[in-house]
């Protein structure tokens, strides 16, 4: 069957993959450069796999709630062998309460001796493994702990509690084969060698310690101490590949202690990789992992991004799926890249030292390794030359009892990431006298192997949507003692559990009622709900305060950064004692008192309803309905809901809800949604009867409409005021500026989704004919829901932020050099995040320095600068209401470099494709 498969594939794609491999008795494309003697009678160390981490935390989270169609296709692109990654290990987190990275994943045991084999989704997640490759190998460890554990994580108490968790595992039917310490937080010897006592003395005699989970010092004890070496059969370290999260993993290392322990060495944590940008990196850490360090299992962090798009580490993974209401999810680069091993592999092969190296002898040409088969004569041989700039060619012979017969060859372009050149079966190859050779060329990763049995998935997930309004949950469809529907705890947990204080039914409950033994900084305890392009609507949700404290409702919840207090959020807080404040909280770890009071004392052990509303830049906070106090802010106009609680108090929530709200007074642009251009008043005319049109938004004047509180939309200060010609209610009617009079023709209602209405005539703003042109005459007429009667409010002076990554265009170090390049930064609100739309169709920042592309160049890739404002095309951008922002000399688009996300991420110019990190937002 593989072997007709080239025959079925499209000719252009036939013809790139020509160019990109060739092999057999023709002329040779390039030099051989390396011979390869794969020989069965050498060998080298025992393979164990390349596996990923569930946990760290909490990016599992959302693939428990997908639509069961999708989750199982994931779930068979993660596991299922012969469709994807087809993974072999699956660490899980052994949860604490406590944020991890993404969030808090709950424990088993909130308060000592109260068991929940049922909490969180990490059994859940290792059932769906185990059902669909019955070998994969399971592989616990603890970032966090519950705080009821007495002396710390290094004592006896958190032993009983890995033993407990154990327990629960084999409840679930999983069978844990590898149990760590501490991730990330050294060692203590005499722990070590207690859990490994209280293990066989629990009948866990085969669960194997894996230490320390941190470096390679590991080694250097265990050398020192027998029974510490004893204790401990796996030497485990993080990021041995990369120096780091997310690093270029060009070389690997271990020690010579370790090295000589003769115990197995594994990447026991490596990753940090973008699903697509970071392919070329993830095949280098495993394949020179071995070659460099002799690393035998290698763990990627993490298994999926299956979380808010707003958090750290969003598109980190194998895959994303971060729309559990839509289905959609993304298989990444990733994914192909593990595969590239796991499909021609497996736990027991052994490495072949021999036939395994740097190609052509140079670290820069690319690297390889030779498994075979136990007692068998397959073998497979995986080449990657991510890091070569020109064609190669490799010899290979044969011997030693291995099989001389057909190699299947299959390949992956990692290095320009495609659908079509995603794990191709290229060809088969007849060796001649056991020899054949193989042409590389850079980029890609081959490989050659003597097995069967491979296969490409071929599900794809839904487009993805918002999230509808309204919104309501009341959490009587969730199972007791789970975490809610949608609901992701960054800190504490949230659990389903049956209402108290005369209420019945189910809500949810914060559960965990004392401080965690924490992994990373402490914050309030916390839960996100929602979908983060929500802009104006009103949460509610009732609370009962078990304990005198403070409640939380969270409003506009966006970015997130390390740690989890690291928070941009509105927050409306409530005591029992009646104290109330509206808190504005930031990415940056600050919080600021936006309103604040008195108001009738709680008190607790009774039930309450908490509102926090958002109309444009006005904010309203209410409890039973009446209003608490509002305030004015427009740092953030949109994002997610949440829960919360000041400290660990184990206050109840019930029927939470989002409902939408007309759009505010923003005092800026009506943007039309079709069109990309703003209601103007041609020439900034202030005379009675000028016809608005739509122009180039630019924030000027004559742009800047406020919607009153008696519903008129007016500009110039509230000069003039937008006026139907004549008071007409006939389909066409003109629309015009006028004196403010207060008539019905002046009389406008913004609904939420986006149409703006005269009441009086009943009929819609409407762009004439449908036309997106500049110049195109407003009018109102039969409202229709098209997307010339939509239109969007906001500012154009302000900072831009992508989508993707939930970071701003930034200046860096605040400089206004000529050639300066802007990449992505935390959002600050500095003025080198200030960015105007001017009359001119520029981006200008510091009021003098243009947005421009280096050189006027129009090539994908070229990158963008700021300059002095000169008017020429290479500083012409379109800021378009789907969030691109288009450069009209070139045609294309303003662009995160790769998807990268993190700070200082390059920005250029790149053909229009409707990616994530070409989204922007001006607010």
């Known amino acids: 069957m593989h072997r007709h498969l080239r025959f079925l594939l499209p000719l252009w794609l036939l013809a790139l993959l020509a160019t990109a491999l060739s092999v057999g008795a023709g002329p040779a494309q390039a030099a051989t450069t390396t011979t390869v003697t794969v020989d069965g009678s050498q060998g080298g160390r025992t393979f164990d796999g390349i596996g990923a981490i569930s946990g760290g935390g909490g990016n599992s989270r959302l693939l428990r ?5 999708q989750q199982s296709q994931i779930l068979d692109y993660l596991f299922k062998p012969g469709y994807g990654a087809n993974l072999q290990l699956l660490k899980l987190e052994i949860g604490g309460d406590a944020n991890s990275t993404d969030g808090a994943e709950p424990s088993i045991e909130h308060t000592r ?96 310690i894996v230490g320390d989970d941190s470096g390679w010092g590991v080694a250097d ?16 370290a993080h990021y041995p590949c990369q120096g780091g999260d997310g690093g270029n993993a060009d070389t690997c290392s271990s020690t010579t202690a370790a090295k000589n322990n003769g115990k197995p060495l594994w990447a026991s944590e490596n990753g940090s990789l973008d699903m697509n940008s970071g392919a070329p990196a993830l095949i280098r850490s495993i394949v020179r992992g071995y070659v460099d360090a002799r690393m035998t299992a290698y763990l990627n962090w993490p298994l999926v991004a299956a979380i808010y798009p707003n958090l750290p580490y969003n598109t980190v993974g194998l895959a994303t799926a971060n729309s559990p209401w839509s289905g959609s999810y993304s298989i990444g680069e990733d994914t192909w890249a593990t595969a590239q091993i796991t499909q021609f592999a497996q736990p027991g092969w052994k490495f072949v030292d021999s036939a395994s190296g740097y190609l052509g002898g140079a670290e820069s ?118 975490e809610a529907r949608y609901l992701s705890d960054m800190q504490g947990a949230f659990e389903a559990r049956a209402c108290t204080d005369g209420r019945s039914g189910q809500c949810v409950q914060q559960v965990a009622p004392v401080k965690p033994i924490e992994w990373q900084d402490d914050s309030d305890a916390f839960s996100l709900a929602g979908d983060p392009t929500w802009t104006d609507y009103t949460v509610k949700a009732d609370v009962d305060l078990q304990q005198a404290g403070t409640a939380e409702l969270l409003g ?74 509002t305030a004015t802010d427009s740092t953030y106009s949109a994002g997610q809901v949440g829960i919360g609680v000041v400290g660990y108090q184990t206050d109840e929530f019930d029927n939470l809800s989002v409902t939408a709200n007309a759009p505010g007074n923003h005092g800026g642009i009506l943007k039309g949604r079709a069109s990309g251009l703003c209601a103007d008043v041609p020439a900034a005319s202030q005379t009675n009867g000028t016809q608005v049109a739509l122009w180039d938004c630019n924030g000027a004047a004559n742009q800047s409409w406020t919607l009153t509180p008696a519903g008129r939309l007016t500009v ?120 105007t739309s001017t009359s001119t169709n520029q981006l200008s920042v510091y009021d003098t320095k243009c947005l421009d592309v280096t050189g006027g160049a129009t090539a994908d890739g070229s990158p963008v600068e700021i300059y002095d404002c000169n008017g020429t095309a290479a500083q012409q951008w379109r800021v378009r209401d789907d969030g691109t922002i288009v450069n009209t000399g070139s045609g294309k688009c303003l662009d995160a470099v790769g ?3 993190a700070d200082s991420t390059a920005l250029d110019i790149w053909t229009c494709t409707g990616g994530a990190n070409q989204v922007w937002r001006r607010a």
Not at 65 to 69: G, N, Q, S
Not at 177 to 189: A, F, K, Q
Not at 824 to 831: F, P, Q, R, S, V
Request: aromatic share 8%; charged share 10%.
């Open 899 to 901: 998807h990268g996300t």
């Open 65 to 69: 709630d997908y639509p069961a169609a």
């Open 113 to 208: 001796g109260q068991v929940n084999c049922d909490a969180g989704y990490e059994f859940w997640l290792g059932e769906q493994a185990k059902a669909r490759n019955p070998n994969i190998k399971l592989y616990g460890l603890a970032w966090a702990a519950p705080g009821w554990i007495n002396g710390g994580f290094w004592s006896t108490d958190t032993i009983n509690y890995l033993i407990s968790w154990l327990g629960c595992a084999k409840q679930h039917g999983l069978p844990i084969s590898y149990l760590g310490g501490w991730n990330e937080r050294g060692h203590d010897v005499n722990w070590y060698i207690q859990l490994r006592s209280a293990l066989n003395n629990a009948g866990y005699g085969s669960v194997q």
């Open 716 to 835: 110039y200060g509230g000069a003039k005021c937008l006026d139907v010609n004549g008071g007409g209610t006939a389909d066409g009617t003109a629309v015009q500026i006028w004196d403010c009079n207060n008539t019905a023709a002046q009389a406008w209602t913004v609904g939420a989704d986006g149409t703006v209405t005269n009441p009086n005539s009943g009929k819609c703003l409407d762009a004439t004919a449908n036309a997106t042109a500049p110049g195109t005459l407003l009018e109102i007429w039969t409202c229709n829901g098209g997307p010339n009667q939509a239109w969007a409010r906001g500012s154009v002076a302000g900072p831009v932020r992508g989508q993707e990554s939930g970071r701003c265009v930034d200046v860096p170090a605040g400089s206004q050099s000529n050639g300066a390049q802007p990449a992505l930064w935390d959002c600050n609100g500095a003025g080198n995040q200030t960015w």
């Open 365 to 482: 040409n690319g690297t390889y390794a030779t498994l075979k088969s136990p007692g068998g004569s397959d073998y497979s041989t995986v080449l990657e030359t991510t890091t070569a700039t020109a064609a190669q060619t490799v010899g290979f012979h044969v011997q030693g009892g291995l099989s001389t017969g057909t190699a299947h060859v299959w390949a992956t372009r990692v290095n320009s990431p495609s659908a079509a050149t995603d794990f191709v079966h290229t060809q088969d190859i007849t060796p001649s006298g056991g020899s054949y050779t193989l042409t590389l060329q850079p980029g890609w990763i081959y490989t050659v192997s003597t097995t069967t049995g491979q296969g490409k998935g071929t599900a794809a997930g839904p487009a993805a949507h918002a999230l509808a309004l309204p919104y309501t949950d009341g959490f009587d469809n969730d199972t007791s003692g789970t």
């Open 556 to 629: 506009r919840a966006n970015t997130q950064n390390r740690p989890q207090s690291h928070q941009a959020a509105y927050e409306l807080r409530v005591a029992d004692t009646g104290a109330w404040s509206i808190v504005r909280t930031s990415a940056g770890g600050s919080a600021t008192t936006l309103a604040s009071g008195g108001h009738a004392a709680l008190g607790t052990r009774s039930w309450h309803t908490l509102a926090l509303g958002f109309s444009g830049d006005q904010i309203t906070a209410s409890v039973d309905g009446a209003t608490l106090g």
């Open 221 to 236: 004890d265990m050398a020192s101490n027998s029974a510490f070496n004893n204790a401990v059969s796996v030497i485990g």
